[in-house]
């Protein structure tokens, strides 16, 4: 019941207005830190709105995220140069060791890797970032022992 008050507050900030769904995800997000379904649901219901509609907004936009956040960001650069260097291999192999895809979190809540274009540090490729940390020249099982290192607060 809670949650419904919630997702009416939400939608009645904005005046119960159709056309101010993003904003209202982005306070949803912003409350949550990502968009459960089961609100997505009461979001649809309040507005009297098709939750494919909603879903079709929230894929389309990559600011918005379906799963809680990890513990920390992992960022791996998937630009040009990076991705000629290996970007491709590490993010494969960091999807197969830690059992996550691009754009996800891992079960354990330990990180969320995401891949971006080109972040400006070319001569430093492949890139890698962590929390803000910059990891360059980096392979597959160089980034898996970084991130295994997330754990017991080594290396970062
Ligand atoms: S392509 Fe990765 S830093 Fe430019």
Known sequence: MEQELFIKEIVDRYE?????LIPML?????????????????????????????????TFYSSFRM????????TLCMGTVCFLKGSGRISDALCEEFSIQPGGTTEDRLFTLQAVNCVGACALAPVMIIDGKYYDGVTPDSAIEVIRGLKTGDNV
């Not at 119960?16 to 101010?20: A, E, R």
Request: avoid cysteine; aromatic fraction near 4%; glycine fraction near 10%.
């Open 16 to 20: 119960g207005d159709n056309g101010m």
């Open 26 to 58: 982005q306070d949803l997000q912003a409350e949550k830190g990502y968009l459960p379904p089961d609100d997505l649901r009461k979001l649809s219901r309040e507005l009297e709105i098709p939750l494919v509609r909603i879903y079709g907004v929230v």
């Open 67 to 74: 799963a809680p956040k990890g513990q920390h960001d992992v």
